[in-house]
């Protein structure tokens, strides 16, 4: 065989590989998304004030079988009911539990839910590697994906005095987002409670975990 064909060979070869590991990826990729999807609500709070009522748009994860939600404090602190939606079903419902101090909140729905979040760690995470997060910015139930990546200058745990810790990373999460789960591949992160056009925070996972063993242990 003669050096040039051999050369195409091998190039061939090289991108056949590039695009089935490509593929490969995207295919895992739907199947994280569509995961998470599955495990997304729509949070709508009504809360009393002196001119009547304030309405309070977010999102919430499925964090147990037996109707656990996470989602963020500001999204649903005072409210007189909240409604919650997902892929099947709306129910109404109260305020179970407050973490004030990292903005975190668990609601419980009389459901049943297949499937709800697992749980990941912080120290798998490594830089560059893909996440994302899923959130209701339009009010429904529509499951917008927010991507980015973890990059040295965007992935930090930020010490505050008063909060804790809070990841951030490259993203222009809109309102509607907040308290919704944040993925790396089929695991939760974290919680996202607030974002701005330069940065998204987001409660780690860790805090999530304390939270529902708090509750738990009630």
Same mark, same amino acid.
């Given at each position: 065989?003669?050096?040039? +064909?051999?050369?195409?060979?091998?190039?061939?070869? =090289?991108? &056949?590989? @590039?695009? &089935?590991?490509?593929?490969? %990826?995207?295919?895992?990729?739907?199947?994280?998304?569509?995961?998470?999807?599955?495990?997304?609500?729509?949070?709508?709070? @009504?809360?009393?004030?002196?001119?009547?009522? *304030? %309405? /309070?748009?977010?999102?919430?994860?499925?964090?147990?079988?037996?109707?656990?939600?996470?989602?963020?404090?500001?999204?649903?602190?005072?409210?007189? %009911?909240?409604?919650?939606?997902?892929?099947?079903?709306?129910?109404?419902?109260?305020?179970?539990?407050?973490?004030?101090?990292?903005?975190? *909140?668990?609601? @419980?729905? $009389?459901?049943? =839910?297949?499937?709800?979040?697992?749980? !990941?760690?912080?120290?798998?995470?490594?830089? !560059?590697?893909?996440?994302?997060? @899923?959130?209701? $910015? /339009? !009010?429904?139930?529509?499951? /917008?994906?927010?991507?980015?990546?973890?990059?040295?200058? +965007? =992935?930090?745990?930020?010490?505050?005095?008063?909060?804790?810790?809070?990841?951030?990373?490259?993203?222009?999460?809109?309102?509607?987002?907040?308290?919704?789960?944040?993925?790396?591949?089929?695991?939760?992160? !974290?919680?996202?409670?607030?974002?701005?056009?330069?940065?998204?925070?987001?409660? $780690?996972?860790?805090?999530?975990?304390?939270?529902?063993?708090?509750?738990?242990?009630?």
């Amino acid at each position: 065989m003669k050096k040039a +064909h051999v050369e195409i060979l091998l190039w061939g070869l =090289f991108l &056949f590989g @590039v695009l &089935f590991v490509n593929e490969n %990826y995207i295919h895992k990729d739907r199947q994280y998304i569509k995961s998470a999807i599955e495990n997304n609500v729509v949070i709508e709070a @009504v809360v009393p004030t002196v001119f009547g009522k *304030a %309405y /309070s748009i977010g999102s919430g994860v499925k964090a147990s079988n037996w109707g656990l939600i996470v989602t963020a404090k500001h999204c649903v602190e005072g409210a007189s %009911y909240i409604k919650v939606t997902g892929k099947d079903f709306t129910c109404y419902t109260n305020v179970w539990y407050l973490d004030k101090q990292h903005d975190l *909140a668990i609601v @419980v729905v $009389p459901k049943y =839910f297949d499937s709800y979040a697992t749980l !990941g760690c912080l120290n798998d995470i490594s830089m !560059g590697d893909r996440i994302f997060a @899923v959130g209701n $910015p /339009s !009010g429904i139930w529509d499951n /917008s994906v927010l991507k980015g990546r973890i990059y040295d200058d +965007h =992935f930090e745990r930020l010490a505050l005095s008063e909060t804790g810790y809070f990841i951030f990373f490259k993203a222009d999460a809109k309102p509607g987002y907040s308290g919704g789960g944040v993925y790396n591949k089929d695991k939760l992160i !974290g919680i996202l409670v607030s974002g701005t056009k330069d940065a998204t925070f987001v409660v $780690p996972v860790e805090y999530v975990r304390s939270l529902l063993e708090e509750y738990n242990a009630r």
